[in-house]
């Protein structure tokens, strides 16, 4: 049988961990694969560790809990469960219930027909609040524009344990674990799946928690911003270059007043010179924090060898 490895965040879920854990073993029960669930408690308040110890006890499941000091997000506690997972194929789900484990059977069955690295369950219909799914819609507009489609990610994937090289490194926050999943997987595809209203409780993510981490994605896994000031010194720098060569012709051919084109050449140059400079130094900038983020990583996504006998 497949052995699997299925990485659950759980934050403040007290309500739903009975019904999570109750889920997770009727799917036990009927799936060919044989998983190893690893929860990661993301610094819960409430008393969802002690809840969900209670209920796994009484079940006979294969699984491994950890718990942050803290509530660092979602995306780092899914980070923090590929750390410590050991099998060739990991799954995530939600701890809310708007995803059924069995959506993994049919991620899995998109793989092997396939024979994808990283599977996304596309949702046949999101039953997200409206505000959450427009602010989704606009930050994968954005990211678009730096020629990143995120139009397929979600929450609930399937992916070989090659696409999750990069987090067996080290231990550290991460604000959107995507950015590194795509690029560690050679071919991405998407399958439809289920996804249902919350039974009870609210979801995390209010609309100013969700602000916040689109602007974290912006500042943090984007280069837009760097790349829009690098782009707009060089621009600028060129225009007052122009306009600089533009009055000193006038001061050639008109002889406009004493001094003003020297004030106005020496502005324009110098200021162009400096968004010039800026726009260098922002793309340095851009390259030093892509490194740092381990983002240029070559990922080895196979490997093979044979040897001569005699």
């Not at 007290?14 to 694969?33: C, D, F, G, P």
Request: aromatic share 10%; hydrophobic share 40%; proline share 2%.
């Amino acid at each position: 049988m497949t052995q699997i490895d299925v990485v659950i965040p759980v934050y403040q879920s007290e309500i739903t961990t009975e019904s999570l854990v109750a889920r997770l073993s009727n799917w036990v029960n009927k799936t060919s694969l044989t998983p190893h669930f690893i929860f990661v408690n993301d610094g819960s308040l409430d008393k969802t560790l002690q809840v969900l110890k209670k209920h796994l006890k009484t079940t006979r499941l294969s699984y491994s809990i950890i718990s942050l000091a803290k509530n660092y997000g979602q995306h780092t506690a899914t980070a923090i469960g590929f750390y410590y997972s050991k099998n060739n194929l990991i799954a995530t789900i939600d701890d809310d219930l708007q995803h059924d484990p069995s959506v993994i059977d049919d991620m899995y069955e998109c793989m092997k027909t396939n024979e994808n690295d990283l599977i996304y369950g596309n949702y046949t219909e999101k039953k997200h609040p409206f505000l959450r799914n427009i602010g989704t819609k606009s930050l994968q507009q954005i990211l678009k524009l730096e020629g990143k489609d995120y139009s397929m990610v979600t929450s609930c994937r399937l992916m070989k344990s090659s696409v999750i090289s990069v987090f067996k490194i080290n231990k550290r926050r991460v604000f959107f674990v995507d950015d590194y999943l795509l690029l560690g997987a050679m071919s991405v595809k998407s399958c439809l799946v289920e996804h249902s209203e919350r039974t009870s409780g609210q979801s995390g993510y209010t609309i100013a928690k969700l602000t916040k981490m689109a602007f974290t994605i912006l500042m943090l896994h984007s280069t837009l911003p760097l790349r829009v000031i690098s782009r707009m010194g060089l621009y600028m720098s060129i225009i007052f270059f122009i306009l600089g060569c533009l009055y000193i012709y006038k001061k050639i051919a008109f002889d406009v007043e004493i001094g003003f084109t020297s004030l106005i050449v020496a502005i324009f140059f110098s200021t162009g010179l400096i968004l010039f400079s800026l726009g260098i130094i922002g793309e340095y900038i851009r390259r030093i924090w892509i490194s740092k983020q381990d983002l240029d990583m070559i990922i080895i996504a196979d490997q093979s060898s044979s040897e001569l006998t005699n």
